[in-house]
């Protein structure tokens, strides 16, 4: 009876090392990215508006041509921006549009991270599933 | 009989142990691997950057789209287009023409091409444990044996021996003896003949030369010499020669402080006499190339305590104008000691007493 129990003990624990720790770093490796994703297009919401409350028609920057190694540039005009729209595209827009499009953008991205922090969610309360199940057997042999 | 003791190779080591130590091994040679690719990316990163700052100052402007965060561009231009802005490191920049950026862009590869040689070498290593960690898993799994015997050395000669049997050094310094002793016959045999250039060997030109420019009692110490038995007795025959033609005690006292620090012994009374003609301006170039020749190979200890004594010649004789650069072989003298001693290029290899006489010089 107990080699039964510790035996079965063993595998529920194989189970939480191996199957749930990993797919719940994962997941949670994922939900980072869209975070990141989320951010960017926030500071670009913000840069936009920005530029538009100040009317700033045109700007120089440093580019980063690569290995950190800067070149002026100047953009004369800014009233086109192109804007990644997924899928290697970009979309030539207006500010206006782009303060349009770029607010749609960051919900879809909200709703992809809900989404993740509900997996999350569900793998964290299997591991606790798991981890009570395993403390009962180990218990009841006590008793 | 010989007694040996027989170890099976799968007793020291495991096969199995072997197998994981070169898994392991292997698993660290993989990572190494990985290092080095990313090191070669960065360095093809680093040559597509130098040619494109190459390429830039060309022109005045480049149209180009201007990003604007991560995920947004802007129609714009490239300007000043020589004037670059390099990240040297904790948020120093530094602001450079193109050509200027391409050389640090150069040193920068070169860092990272040694960074990938040592690591290449390291890689190397690692293989060599792996296939070391293979072998013997397949040996000891095949079931080799290690075969140990002790083994008996051969009585030598008697003749040979001078000082009681001391492995090498004794051996060595009876076939000095001895390889003395022949030339010293053979020379005896040549007195007499033309002083110049002959094509004689080399140390019996040096004998002859020296003869010519009248210094005394080589002939005297060289005979006394092959009968060493100990480094005090090199010695005793300096010192007769010294007595005999009433040098100066100085240099004397220099050769004996000299040879009490060497190890060899008869290669010490050749150093001393020597010294001796540390003095004339030829012995100095002598010296110098004889310290070259024999810096080359320090296998007997006679060859390197020449080269020590030579140094020290050169150093408290006067130094002459001896510069000529070693090339390996002694070929070129200053002065008096013209062609003759071209020729003595080769042979010194093999006979160290050939070059001790040249060194005599």
Do not use: C
């Not at chain 2, 390291?122 to 444990?129: A, G, Q, S």
């Amino acid at each position: 009876m107990d080699r039964l129990r510790e035996e079965k003990i063993q595998k529920f624990e194989e189970f939480v090392d191996r199957r749930l720790k990993p797919d719940l770093v994962r997941a949670i490796a994922e939900r980072d990215k869209v975070f990141e994703q989320q951010k960017v297009f926030s500071d670009l919401r913000k840069n936009l508006e920005n530029l538009e409350k100040n009317s700033i028609t045109s700007l120089r920057s440093m580019v980063n041509l690569g290995s950190e190694v800067y070149a002026q540039a100047e953009v004369p005009d800014t009233r086109h921006i192109f804007v990644d729209v997924g899928l290697g595209f970009h979309v030539e827009l207006t500010w206006s549009e782009a303060l349009k499009i770029i607010p749609a953008r960051e919900e879809r991205l909200a709703r992809q991270i809900e989404e993740y922090t509900r997996l999350i969610a569900q793998i964290k309360a299997q591991i606790k599933m798991v981890s009570q199940g395993i403390r009962e057997l180990l218990q009841l042999p006590e008793e | 009989m010989v007694k040996g003791t027989v170890t099976s190779l799968s007793s020291i080591f495991a096969p199995d142990d072997a197998l994981k130590a070169s898994v392991h091994v292997q698993e660290v040679i993989s990572q190494r691997q990985k290092e080095v690719q990313q090191l070669q990316a960065f360095l093809n990163d680093n040559t597509s950057l130098v040619n494109l700052l190459k390429k830039l100052p060309d022109q005045l402007h480049h149209d180009i789209m201007v990003p604007f965060g991560k995920a947004a561009f802007f129609p714009g231009k490239l300007i000043h287009t020589n004037e670059f802005m390099v990240l040297l490191g904790e948020g120093y920049y530094a602001e450079r023409t193109s050509k200027q950026t391409v050389e640090i862009l150069k040193r920068r590869g070169k860092g990272l091409d040694s960074q990938i040689e040592s690591l290449n070498a390291v890689i190397k290593d690692l293989k060599f444990e792996t296939s070391f960690f293979d072998e013997t898993a397949t040996e000891a799994a095949e079931g080799i044996v290690e075969i140990r015997e002790d083994y008996v050395e051969e009585a030598f000669d008697e003749d040979k021996a001078t000082t009681s049997g001391q492995d090498d050094f004794a051996s060595i310094l009876s076939r000095i003896d001895q390889l003395e002793k022949e030339e010293l016959e053979s020379e005896l045999a040549e007195e007499g003949e033309e002083k110049d250039e002959a094509d004689i060997e080399p140390e019996f030109r040096n004998l002859e030369i020296k003869e010519s420019l009248d210094i005394p009692v080589y002939r005297d110490s060289h005979i006394k010499v092959p009968t060493p038995s100990g480094s005090n007795t090199p010695m005793r025959p300096v010192d007769h020669n010294i007595s005999k033609e009433g040098l100066s005690r100085a240099p004397m006292s220099r050769d004996e402080v000299e040879v009490s620090t060497l190890a060899s012994t008869s290669s010490s009374s050749n150093v001393s006499s020597k010294t001796r003609v540390a003095a004339s301006s030829s012995s100095n170039a002598s010296s110098k190339t004889s310290v070259a020749a024999s810096g080359s190979s320090n296998a007997s200890s006679k060859t390197s305590v020449a080269a020590s004594m030579s140094k020290e010649v050169s150093n408290f004789g006067s130094r002459s104008s001896n510069d000529k650069a070693f090339t390996g072989s002694i070929v070129e003298r200053t002065h008096n000691i013209e062609n003759s001693q071209k020729g003595q290029t080769s042979a010194p290899a093999s006979k160290p007493v050939s070059r001790f006489k040249l060194q005599r010089k």
